[in-house]
């Protein structure tokens, strides 16, 4: 016997209420407002910045609550070194961070995936453009086990180049006074085309 299509799970009813999705607090007012709450849990946010690493401060304050709670994060190939005084200056607690260094780009891509999978993980970051079928597999894995999942790329200030499986889409880019301007480009379940200054400059990934 065939399932009908309301049958089939992750479909939704138009005439059903639509489930709160969890959310994390980004711990920035504005953007948790943009955000309808904070960080979807469980889905993958894709960060486009003007400059490598350039966005990562957005993120510190829910890995620095993740590891006070005992919570591990994971940082998988970033542009540069860690700096780790900066990092636990903003809070994270390094014994619960994992620093992954692949070789290359599929191992990367496998590393994020295994991570978002294992249930043993709060939070990860990655960095570097992931095609579609990537992209689509770290959805995936994030949502089996409740898993933030940050993908961190190359792109132009305001835009985003073509279809992506992300809950969420921001770019970032440089404003005056050491300030970020951010845009949120897609945000699953609410409005797109939200802009705002983040004040606190971006904290870098290397010493």
Request: glycine share 10%; charged share 15%; hydrophobic share 50%.
């Given at each position: ?24 607090s980004t711990r920035i007012e504005a ?177």
């Amino acid at each position: 016997m065939k399932a009908t299509a309301l049958q089939i799970p992750g479909v939704w009813r138009g005439d059903c209420p639509r489930p709160a999705a969890a959310v994390a607090s980004t711990r920035i007012e504005a953007l948790d407002r943009a955000l309808l709450g904070g960080w979807p849990v469980g889905a993958l946010t894709q960060i486009i910045g003007t400059e490598a690493g350039l966005g990562f401060s957005l993120i510190i304050p829910a890995l620095a609550a993740f590891t006070a709670a005992g919570r591990a994060v994971a940082l998988i190939d970033p542009p540069y070194l860690p700096y780790a005084p900066a990092l636990a200056s903003r809070g994270v607690d390094l014994q619960h961070l994992l620093w992954v260094r692949p070789q290359d780009a599929g191992q990367a891509q496998w590393a994020a995936e295994q991570i978002a999978r294992s249930g043993l993980f709060a939070a990860l970051a990655c960095w570097g453009a992931l095609d579609g079928t990537a992209e689509r597999r770290l959805q995936l894995a994030a949502d089996a086990a409740q898993c933030l999942a940050f993908c961190f790329r190359a792109g132009r200030a305001g835009r985003a180049d073509g279809h992506s499986h992300a809950a969420v889409r921001l770019t970032v880019a440089p404003a005056h006074d050491a300030q970020l301007r951010v845009e949120v480009l897609k945000c699953r379940g609410g409005p797109a085309g939200h802009g705002l200054l983040h004040r606190c400059g971006d904290l870098p990934v290397a010493a």
